[in-house]
Nanobody
Framework: QVQLVESGGGLVQAGESLTLSCAASGILLSDNVVNWFRQTPGNEREWVAG???????NVADSVKARFTISGDNAKNTVYLQMDNLKPEDTAVYYC????????WGQGTQVTVSS
């Protein structure tokens, strides 16, 4: 059974940093494409960053200067490092693994106060 668990969210002030984690069980993240999305109330989920085979990464232009995606194969975990956070980064952040179907975590709330 595949399970994804996000953690690391919280309430921070603008300019601070957070590192989100997406820990997996039942699936090897290194063998699959892993993406981070975020969602605010009333809006669709927005793609933020992704990591593919061989560790290739891509980050949305809107956050590229501030967010970094990385992985730890030994921990079967993918991270989203978020620096210089802004109030507009406030959202629920989700990780998704794309295989023959998509698996989503439960999300972690990030709130950035001004």
């Amino acid at each position: 059974q595949v399970q994804l668990v996000e953690s690391g969210g919280g309430l921070v002030q603008a300019g601070e940093s957070l590192t989100l984690s997406c820990a997996a069980s039942g699936i090897l993240l290194s063998d699959n494409v892993v993406n981070w999305f975020r969602q605010t109330p009333g809006n669709e989920r927005e793609w933020v960053a992704g990591m593919g085979h061989g560790g290739h990464t891509n980050v949305a232009d809107s956050v590229k200067a501030r967010f970094t995606i990385s992985g730890d194969n030994a921990k079967n975990t993918v991270y989203l490092q978020m620096d210089n956070l802004k109030p507009e980064d406030t959202a629920v952040y989700y990780c998704k693994v794309a295989t023959w179907r998509d698996y989503w975590g439960q999300g972690t709330q990030v709130t950035v106060s001004s």
